[in-house]
């Protein structure tokens, strides 16, 4: 795969934006106040995060990358902006001064995570409502949407997005979310983990019953594909044809951060590059390897993968 290929791969990427940030430090000693370690914050550290991290997962790959999504005009959501700016993603992104931007906070210590604090607040309105008309000229310039969910209200008008995508022959690719997935019949690809997967069809007792129960999901929501992330286990597809099952590559894992983001963004370029969607898979298994090896949300880059420019 060359950069002219990859520049080729068109990504439209909707969904839920967040403020990823850092506290990094030092632990010496456990607090005289409670049982919990004293972290001394020596620096921190802001990144784009959710369906950002998504878009700049493909922008880094060599793909146009068009990120579309509302964040608020508060701290964070400027802080998005800035950071934004100093990426190769096109920002289609606008601010509301009536929402409160979702911010993850992560405190880390020789290189581990102690703890994650969530900023969220559900908003009170249909914050893409304003953004349709946009998102209807955006997909005439698109070859992949994909809706990247994260479950903060963004993708309310997630029906009416895929129907318009649907009508023009767009690839659909969705990173889903909560325990119906009626909302996303008819898109290309779904790519859930074991834990979201099981809310939706249950338990498994063996790689047979899972079998069963994933293609059963696939054909019942009419998709094209379901790619189930498998941490250490790989990756399995489920296609019309049957299954793909693909052992990690992962050498070492540091942070699975991020991981999800990589495994579809990757996805999406390649099949946007005209890869078939076996070859996206096994691509974006070989991302995740990388980007596991990495601390907090990542990316990966055609040199990585590739060992080349």
């Not at 990427?13 to 049982?35: C, H, K, N, Q």
């Not at 096109?90 to 931007?101: E, S, V």
């Not at 102690?114 to 955006?138: G, T």
């Not at 994933?214 to 990756?235: D, I, Y």
Request: aromatic letters at 4%.
């Amino acid at each position: 795969m060359n950069a002219e290929q990859l520049a080729q791969s068109r990504v439209l990427i909707v969904g839920d934006v967040m403020l990823d940030r850092y506290w990094f430090g030092s632990t010496d000693r456990i607090s005289p106040e409670a049982p919990v370690p004293v972290v001394r914050v020596q620096r921190d550290e802001d990144r784009v995060g959710g369906a950002a991290n998504v878009a700049l997962n493909a922008a880094v790959l060599g793909a146009q990358a068009t990120l579309l999504s509302v964040v608020g005009a508060d701290e964070p959501g400027r802080k998005l902006v800035t950071l934004l700016v100093d990426t190769p993603i096109r920002n289609a992104m606008r601010q509301d001064p009536t929402l409160k931007t979702t911010v993850k906070l992560r405190v880390v210590s020789r290189q581990q995570q102690l703890i994650r604090l969530d900023f969220e607040h559900k908003p009170d309105h249909e914050v893409l409502a304003a953004m349709m008309e946009r998102y209807e000229q955006e997909l005439a310039f698109h070859d992949v949407v994909l809706l990247s969910d994260y479950g903060k209200g963004g993708l309310e008008h997630l029906d009416q997005m895929m129907n318009l995508a649907r009508t023009q022959g767009k690839t659909i690719l969705v990173d889903p979310k909560g325990r119906d997935y009626s909302r996303y019949a008819g898109a290309t690809l779904l790519t859930p983990n074991r834990a979201e997967l099981a809310q939706v069809v249950g338990d498994w007792s063996c790689e047979q019953d899972l079998t069963a129960r994933a293609q059963g999901l696939r054909k019942k929501l009419s998709l094209k594909a379901l790619l189930l992330t498998r941490s250490e286990e790989g990756m399995s597809l489920y296609t019309e044809t049957g299954e793909l099952h693909i052992p990690t590559e992962a050498k070492e894992v540091y942070d699975v951060s991020g991981a999800g983001d990589t495994v579809i963004a990757t996805v999406a370029v390649m099949l946007g590059a005209g890869l078939s969607m076996e070859d996206a898979v096994r691509t974006a298994n070989r991302a995740a390897g990388i980007v596991v090896g990495k601390l907090g949300t990542a990316s990966v880059t055609p040199k990585e993968l590739w060992g080349t420019t």
